[in-house]
């Protein structure tokens, strides 16, 4: 990064691109866009969000992008200011901390999800998970029931492993931290997804997999399932977290942002296809159900490997391109809080850093391995303490910020929202009057259907 009044900027426009592609990959893409293709018609599904992704995605990466860059400053004071020579009302700063609380639940399961993948990891490289030999779906349910859900410590230790990774980088700061880990990571996370990809789709059988994920069925195409479709996408870009308006900080007034954030969505796009071209062909090669819902990764690919040549080392290989995922969208969810603190406080770096990490672990973490197990008995309206974290934060704090981003770019800024989008006078005015008016109604929908 280079300096830019008292506020870093990203070195390059492919920097990041890198980092918020990273941000938005995660298990979004690896784990929960591949099941929901399973559950939801294959190909129909990978269609509308495609769509999806056109329609509300990139709009509201717009909307990110000139909050986050307007003032440059951390999640909460990017609501503050001034706009159209008029004080803004500092009850707008609530968005801010909707997507603080967003953020600290998402981390609350997130790293625990992190967890059980370094323990498969751990597993198969000590040999506790053997999949030299074909394996049966009652086999990896019992290995997951054993070692994820009734090994509290276990999971604990790992979290924790977790946990210290995103530390170090963190440690070194935005530019030293986050940029250069991203640099190496995002470019090996593509290799293994290559490898995984190639080996997928030269198996046996494969085409009626690559068929399944790509050609629709438009019968499954239901009002229903595009506005579910709708709710991945914001899932899919963190979008109302607070990490777009973050990392926009980071940008310098030169940047394009329509060109910035065309690629960003195209990019997250891509890498969710490509999620699926290393997982269903294998199903199909190994009459492998595709509609196992979130056990699909933890239960049913490993019945998939187990059946492969080298089956363990691929596996092996899988639950690393799992963990870069997660490390690339955990460290960047982590700097919104971090940032925040740090700007609104007089702590130090690595002092905010040791209180988000250390406090989500302790109110977050914990207890949502232990809601596998010992707190299994604790419920909050019938969800469990892990549900419930994925569930608040998902389905109403993230959708619900984001709805008052819109309405905060198209009611608040106006003009200087207009301004900082820095697009063509065509451009601008179209985009403008969409997420003024249309793209609000659209979340209404998605968070009263998601309810």
Same mark, same amino acid.
């Given at each position: 990064m280079t300096a830019q009044t008292s506020r870093q900027s990203w070195s390059n426009r492919l920097t990041y691109v890198l980092t918020v592609a990273g941000a938005t990959i995660g298990f979004g893409a690896t784990w929960r866009f591949p099941y929901l293709v399973g559950e939801n018609g294959g190909g129909a599904y990978v269609f509308l969000f495609c769509i999806a992704m056109i329609i509300i995605g990139i709009?509201?990466? $717009?909307?990110?992008n000139v909050i986050g860059r307007r003032i440059q400053k951390n999640a909460i004071d990017a609501f503050s200011g001034t706009a159209n020579g008029k004080k803004i009302p500092s009850g707008w700063k609530i968005l801010g901390y909707m997507g603080l609380l967003g953020a600290f639940g998402i981390l609350a399961y997130y790293m625990v999800l992190g967890g059980w993948v370094l323990n498969y990891i751990g597993s198969?490289?000590?040999?506790?998970?053997?999949?030299?030999?074909?394996?049966?779906?009652? @086999? &990896?349910?019992?290995?997951f029931e054993q070692h994820i859900h009734n090994n509290p410590i276990a999971i604990l230790i790992y979290t924790g492993l977790f946990v210290l990774v995103n530390y170090i980088i963190l440690a070194k700061g935005i530019m030293d931290g986050i940029e250069r880990s991203v640099k190496f990571l995002m470019p090996l996370? *593509?290799?293994?997804?290559?490898?995984?990809?190639?080996?997928?789709?030269?198996?046996?059988?494969?085409?009626?997999g690559i068929k399944f994920y790509l050609v629709p069925d438009f019968s499954k195409i239901t009002k229903e399932l595009f506005i579910f479709v709708l709710g991945q996408v914001f899932f899919a870009l963190s979008l109302g977290f607070g990490v777009l308006i973050t990392l926009s900080s980071y940008l310098n007034k030169q940047e394009n942002l329509v060109k910035t954030a065309t690629i960003t969505g195209i990019v997250n796009t891509l890498i969710?296809?490509?999620?699926?071209?290393?997982? !269903?062909?294998?199903? !199909?090669?190994?009459?492998?159900?595709?509609?196992?819902?979130?056990? $699909?990764? !933890?239960?049913?690919?490993?019945?998939? *490997?187990?059946?492969?040549w080298a089956g363990s080392m691929f596996a092996t290989i899988f639950f690393s391109l799992l963990v870069i995922a997660a490390l690339t969208t955990s460290? &960047?969810?982590?700097?919104?809080?971090?940032?925040?603190?740090?700007?609104? @406080?007089?702590? @130090?770096?690595?002092?905010?850093?040791a209180i988000t990490l250390g406090g989500i672990f302790v109110l977050g973490n914990i207890p949502s391995v232990?809601?596998?197990?010992?707190?299994?008995?604790?419920?909050?309206?019938?969800?469990?303490i *892990?549900?419930?974290?994925?569930?608040?934060?998902?389905?109403?704090? *993230?959708?619900?910020?984001?709805?008052?981003?819109?309405? !905060?770019?198209?009611?608040?800024?106006?003009?200087?929202?207009?301004?900082?989008l820095g697009a063509s006078k065509k451009f601008t005015t179209v985009w403008f009057n969409y997420v003024k008016y249309v793209i609000p109604l659209i979340i209404l929908v998605i968070f009263i259907n998601s309810l």
């Open positions: 709009p509201m990466i $717009l909307v990110e198969l490289i000590s040999g506790q998970l053997d999949l030299s030999e074909p394996v049966t779906i009652e @086999t &990896t349910a019992v290995f996370l *593509f290799v293994f997804l290559l490898i995984m990809i190639v080996r997928n789709i030269t198996l046996p059988g494969a085409m009626e969710a296809l490509a999620a699926g071209f290393m997982i !269903f062909p294998s199903l !199909f090669s190994f009459n492998v159900a595709p509609n196992s819902g979130p056990a $699909l990764v !933890f239960q049913s690919l490993p019945i998939v *490997f187990s059946h492969m460290i &960047t969810i982590y700097e919104v809080l971090i940032t925040a603190l740090q700007e609104k @406080t007089r702590l @130090t770096r690595k002092q905010a850093i232990l809601s596998d197990n010992v707190w299994k008995n604790i419920t909050i309206a019938g969800r469990s *892990f549900d419930t974290f994925d569930y608040v934060s998902g389905n109403i704090l *993230f959708i619900l910020t984001a709805l008052g981003s819109a309405i !905060f770019v198209g009611f608040v800024l106006k003009d200087e929202a207009k301004k900082e």
